[in-house]
């Protein structure tokens, strides 16, 4: 396992400001302002990532590195593939210890904000990495949990964890017994060379989500089901 550390970030104060509705020059304004100097301060987003080959394929899962993945959706997106790259990648434990949630529900939620766009840092600074260093063009991403429950079962984030190693003496991300990670702004799962695009919204049914990235494809669907 390799970690990437002095992850550079910058914060879009004033628009991520505007997207929180924080009215600009009021005092949630100089409340907001003062999240994120600390923020820029303490944060640390951080990754770690594996370099991983498929040892066999079967009707409704791969083993990767000796490790056994049962979704269809993962076979079907893995067909063609041979090497994957699992990765965490993370706003960073430092964000959690200097601003401990709790004390105030209206800057826990900006706070979580400004941690979103530190492990937005972290993964695209993971992808890029990973596409140079491996020339890897196009790739694609899942991730366990994203999509309906049956597509990749969340609960087989302790695999992933597993295929990566120690995951928490690296980076500190901790994964609870009901598979969330902690800090909550991480993310996880699978990067691979693909030429087919691929986003978990595509085999999801959730209507009104807010955070719908792609259409619900029924073909996709009827094709894994
Ligand atoms: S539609 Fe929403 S819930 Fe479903 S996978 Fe996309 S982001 Fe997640």
């Known amino acids: ?50 370099e991983e080959f498929i040892d066999s394929k079967s009707d409704d899962g791969v083993v990767i590195g000796g490790v056994k993945f049962t979704s269809k959706t993962l076979r079907h997106n893995l067909d063609a593939v041979e090497r994957v790259f699992p990765f965490v990648a993370t706003c960073g434990v430092e964000m959690d210890k200097v601003f401990p949630a709790g004390s105030d529900m209206l800057k826990d939620y900006w706070w979580d904000a400004i941690k979103m766009q530190l492990v937005t840092a972290a993964r695209s600074f993971l992808q890029k990495h990973l596409s140079t260093k491996y020339r890897l063009g196009k790739t694609v991403c899942m991730s366990p949990g994203s999509g309906d429950a049956n ?22 991300v901790e994964l609870t017994d009901t598979c969330l990670m902690v800090p909550n702004k991480t993310v996880s799962g699978l990067m691979f060379t693909s030429e087919a695009d691929f986003q978990g919204c595509e085999v999801c049914h959730r209507e009104n989500c807010p955070g719908r990235r792609a259409k619900f ?5 009827s094709e894994i089901s």
């Open 151 to 172: 597509i990749w079962p969340i609960d087989q984030q302790r695999q992933l964890f597993s295929l990566l190693g120690d995951v928490r003496g690296a980076i500190g």
């Open 1 to 50: 396992m390799k970690t990437l550390e002095n992850i550079p970030f910058a914060i879009e104060k004033t628009s991520l400001g505007l997207r929180l509705m924080i009215e600009p020059g009021s005092d949630d304004a100089h409340d907001f302002a003062d999240l994120v100097q600390l923020a820029l301060k303490h944060g640390r987003p951080v990754a770690v990532y594996s």
């Open 217 to 221: 494809n029924s073909e996709l669907w």
